[in-house]
Structure formats: C-alpha cells, structure tokens
T-cell receptor
C-alpha cells in the first residue's frame, strides 16, 4: 500500500493564483482531512470528509474549497492565493474501527509559498 | 488558553537519558494521540490511548483521564529520537468525525 500520497511536494504561487493540492489514499478509509501547519503552531484543521460526497469545514476553512467524489481522493483547492496561505499542508485519513476513536495516517505534506 | 497544552516546548537531552513529555487537555475526549514528526516533515502516529498505559519498544505512553493528563516517556534516548512530538485529542462527540485538536508540539533534540 502507498498509504496517503500528496502532490506536489513543493509549490510557489504568486498572489491571486489558484491551485489544487492532490491527496489520495489506498487504505479504503472513510474519513479524510486537510490540515495546515504554520511555524511554531499546532496543526489546524481546514476541511474534513466522512465519506464520498460529504465534506465539512474545520477551524480555518476560509480561502479553501474541497470535494470528495471518490473514497480515495480528497483534493484541496486554493482560490486567489494570499501570503497568509503560505504553510505546510498535510492530508490525512482514518479508518473507523471504533465508534469513539480514530487513528490518523498522514501524507508527506506539501510546502506552499505564496509571494 | 489552548485546549491541548504540551510541556516542555523544547527539550535537549544527552544520549541515554530518560525523557518525559507532558500533555494536558481541557476538553472531553474519546482518545489521546501521540504523533512524531521528523525533521523531514512526515508525521506518524505513535500511540492512541483512552486509558492506562501503552508501550512500544523504548516508548511508553500513559494517560490519567481524571486529571486530563498524559505523558510520553522515552527510555535510553538516542539521537534518532530527535523529532517533534505532538499530542492530540479526539473529541468525545462521535459525529465530529474523529476530528483532532493538536498541541503545539515538543521539539526534542538528543545529543550523542
């Protein structure tokens, strides 16, 4: 299994440009998540999905959009990139094996710089 | 005040030392997670626990639900243990989809 994969690994965007961060998992996990990690700060949840066709906002959703058309893929779209979106982005997925607890598997991250 | 607090934020140890990282939380949880982030950036799950104690190799994680506190111990530390250790909690509300709240991380450096 490849686990959780993310592309690209690095990207530099100009202010106002748009891009899509790709995330895929091959573990048949229902739940998928997008986080951002800023220097010295904890991971913050951007959006999450509990299954294909179902998405919901996390703590910091502004400036982002997601879709989940398949179990495997969970792309994150940045519209009109701003310097405040410079960050490292992590995608994660989890397997529901217990109604009350979930272990999450993380992708390798995408380092995005907006200038 | 953050809902998940870790201490210390930075820790330098000599190889072989016993290390403890602490995590306190203020919300109702269904589980607590310890994650490791290496300098390359990848994040891996070390432990998920809802009570008691778990051990994997030289790593031990404990949780006290009444005191809302968890500790991660590393015995016989080694330079390869150098990483950021992150505490996170799963909320008790099932329909929150297993969302995690993260601490800010503890950066550990183990010197040879």
């Amino acid at each position: 299994n490849a686990g959780v994969t993310q592309t690209p690994k690095f990207r530099i965007l100009k202010i106002g440009q748009s891009m899509t961060l790709q995330c895929a998992q091959d573990m048949n996990h229902n739940y998928m998540y997008w986080y951002r990690q800023d220097p010295g700060m904890g991971l913050k949840l951007i959006y999450y999905s509990v299954g294909a066709g179902i998405t919901d906002k996390g703590e910091v959703p502004n400036g982002y959009n997601v879709s989940r058309s398949t179990t495997e893929d969970f792309p994150l779209r940045l519209e009109l990139a701003a310097p405040s979106q410079t960050s490292v982005y992590f995608c994660a997925s989890s397997r529901v094996w217990d109604r009350s607890s979930y272990e999450q598997y993380f992708g390798p991250g995408t380092r995005l710089t907006v200038t | 005040k953050n809902e998940v607090e870790q201490s210390p934020q930075n820790l330098t140890a000599q190889e072989g030392e016993f290390i403890t990282i602490n995590c306190s939380y203020s919300v109702g949880i269904s589980a607590l997670h310890w994650l490791q982030q290496h300098p390359g950036g990848g994040i891996v799950s070390l432990f998920m626990l809802s009570s008691g104690k778990k051990k994997h190799g030289r790593l031990i994680a404990t949780i006290n639900i009444q005191e809302k506190h968890s500790s991660l111990h590393i015995t016989a530390s080694h330079p390869r243990d150098s990483a950021v250790y992150i505490c996170a909690v799963s909320l008790v509300i099932y329909n929150q989809g297993g969302k995690l709240i993260f601490g800010q991380g503890t950066e550990l450096s183990v010197k040879p």
